[in-house]
C-alpha cells in the first residue's frame, strides 16, 4: 500500500508564499512521475502541476505558470510544490499524485495514487 503524506499548506495573504512538500511511502516506484492538482469548493478537481522522475520536463496548469515551480527529491521520495505571487484564485485543496506509469501526468486519469490533500487559503 503506498501512502502520501502532505504537509505546507495554511493561510497566507495574497502575493505571499508557500511551499507543499509530498512524501510517498510504501511499496511505490519512485522512477513514475508526480504531480500536483487542487480542487475548490464545489468545483471539480483540476491539474497543477507535475514532473517527471528527473525533474528535466515540467509541466504547469497556464493559471499557475510563472508563479509555482514543482520539483523532486527522488533520495527522499519526495515531491514539492512552490508557490509564489499567490492568489485569492489558488485557495483549494492541493492533492499531491502519483503517475499509474512512467507515462507523464497530464490529468487525474493517469494518476495511481493520491495524497489527502493540503488546504490552501489565500486571503485578499
Known amino acids: 500500500q503506498v501512502q502520501l503524506v502532505e504537509s505546507g499548506g495554511g493561510l497566507v495573504q495574497a502575493g505571499g508564499s508557500l511551499r507543499l512538500s509530498c512524501a510517498a511511502s510504501?511499496?511505490?516506484?519512485?522512477?513514475?512521475?508526480m504531480g500536483w492538482f487542487r480542487q475548490a469548493p464545489g468545483k471539480e478537481r483540476e491539474f497543477v502541476a507535475a514532473a517527471t522522475w528527473s525533474g528535466d520536463i515540467t509541466v504547469y496548469h497556464y493559471s499557475v505558470k510563472g508563479r509555482f515551480t514543482i520539483s523532486r527529491d527522488n533520495g527522499q521520495n519526495t515531491v514539492y510544490l512552490q508557490m509564489n505571487s499567490l492568489e485569492p484564485e489558488d485557495t483549494a485543496v492541493y492533492y499531491c499524485a502519483v503517475a499509474r506509469s512512467r507515462l507523464m501526468i497530464q490529468t487525474a486519469a493517469y494518476v495511481k495514487y493520491w495524497g489527502q490533500g493540503a488546504q490552501v487559503t489565500v486571503s485578499s
Open positions: 510504501g511499496r511505490t516506484d519512485s522512477t513514475f512521475a
